[in-house]
C-alpha cells in the first residue's frame, strides 16, 4: 500500500507545484509548531500547511497533509491539548491537504469543504500540463459537510469564517479566518518558497480569480495579520502584498502577449516572467509552465 501511495503521492506533488520531485520519506519528515497566539497553531510537515485552533471542547484543524501523516500530525496536536479535532476543514482538494481526510474522518472529526472538493475526490482529475491522471479518493475522504459562498465552523469558544474565492487555484478553494487571532489559512491561492503558485486550469482555476482572492486577503487583513500560506513560510500583509504584486505583474505580461496574437508557445519562448524566478525561488521550467498556466486561463 505504501508503494502505491508513494507513486501518487510523486504526481500530486507534481501536480501542485508544477515541477518535478521526488517522492517524500514520510518515515523522516517532522511536524513543526508555531505558536501563532490565543490557542491558534501552524504545523508545518510535508504538503500544504495546516493551522489549528483549540477551543474548550475541541479541535478546528484546517487540511490533512498526506494520508501517512496522520499519527504524526495527530500526535503534534496530542501536545497541544487532549482534546479531539471536531473538525477539519479542507482549503482545496489536492492530496497534499486532504490526504488525511479519510484517517481523521474514521477518528470522528467532520471534514467541511467547498462541495467541488468532494467532486473532484469521488472522480478524480486530469492535470492539464501533464494529461497525467489522479485516480478517485477512498469514499472516506470525501468532506461530510459542504457550504455555498459562506459559513461559520465553531468548536467551544473558538469560530473559524470560512469562505469560497471563486475560480481562483481551483474551483473549490477555501480561505479560513480565525477572527480572535488574526490568523487567515489560505491554502494554495498563496503559495511561496520555491515554487510559483499553481493554478489548476483543468478544474476552472483562473490567474484572475487567484489575485481577486488575494484583493479580498489584503482588504481583511492588517499589520498584525499572520497569514499561513498554503506552503512556505508564515506571512504578514507587507508579504502579502508582494505576492500579490508577482501574480498581477506575471498576468499583464502574458496579456500583452495574447493581445499581440501570440500563441501559447509563442508566449512561452518570450519568457515574460524570467526575472521574476529569483524573487519566487523558481527555475526556468517552472516559469514556462506558469506562463501556460496564466495563458489558458485568460483565453477561457
Not at 504526481?11 to 517532522?30: Q, R, Y
Not at 469560530?159 to 480572535?180: E, L
Amino acid at each position: 500500500m505504501h508503494k502505491t501511495f508513494s507513486a501518487v503521492a510523486v504526481l500530486l506533488l507534481l501536480t501542485s507545484s508544477a515541477f518535478a520531485g521526488e517522492a517524500p520519506d514520510f518515515s523522516k519528515v517532522e511536524i513543526v509548531t508555531t505558536d501563532l497566539g490565543n490557542r491558534t497553531y501552524m504545523l508545518v510537515g510535508q504538503g500544504g500547511n495546516i493551522t489549528v485552533a483549540v477551543g474548550t471542547d475541541g479541535v478546528i484543524m484546517v487540511d490533512t497533509q498526506f494520508a501517512p501523516l496522520h499519527d504524526k500530525i495527530k500526535a503534534a496536536v496530542g501536545k497541544l491539548t487532549p482534546l479531539p479535532i471536531k473538525y477539519v476543514v479542507n482549503t482545496h482538494y489536492h492530496g497534499d491537504h486532504t490526504g488525511g481526510n479519510e484517517a481523521f474522518q474514521k477518528d470522528g472529526a467532520t471534514v467541511v469543504a467547498d462541495p467541488n472538493v468532494g467532486k473532484r475526490l469521488s472522480e478524480g482529475v486530469t492535470n492539464a500540463l501533464t494529461g497525467a491522471k489522479t485516480p478517485p479518493s477512498p469514499g472516506g475522504a470525501v468532506p461530510k459537510q459542504t457550504y455555498n459562498g459562506m459559513t461559520t465552523v465553531s468548536v467551544g469558544g473558538r469560530s473559524a469564517q470560512v469562505f469560497h474565492p471563486a475560480n481562483a487555484h481551483t474551483d473549490g478553494d477555501s480561505a479560513i479566518y480565525f477572527a480572535d487571532a488574526n490568523v487567515l489559512a489560505t491554502g494554495d491561492i498563496v503559495s511561496i518558497g520555491g515554487r510559483y503558485p499553481n493554478i489548476d486550469v483543468a478544474v476552472n482555476g483562473n490567474i484572475k480569480g487567484m489575485i481577486a482572492a488575494v484583493d479580498s486577503y489584503l482588504k481583511m487583513s492588517n499589520d498584525t495579520t499572520k497569514i499561513v500560506p498554503g506552503h512556505g513560510t508564515l506571512m504578514n500583509k507587507a508579504q502579502l502584498q508582494e505576492y500579490r504584486d508577482l501574480l498581477a505583474t506575471a498576468r499583464d505580461r502574458v496579456t500583452k502577449l495574447i493581445r499581440e496574437g501570440k500563441s501559447e508557445d509563442d508566449a512561452v519562448a518570450a519568457k515574460p516572467i524570467v526575472d521574476l524566478e529569483k524573487k519566487a525561488g523558481a527555475n526556468e521550467m517552472a516559469s514556462a509552465n506558469l506562463v501556460r498556466l496564466i495563458y489558458r486561463s485568460l483565453k477561457v
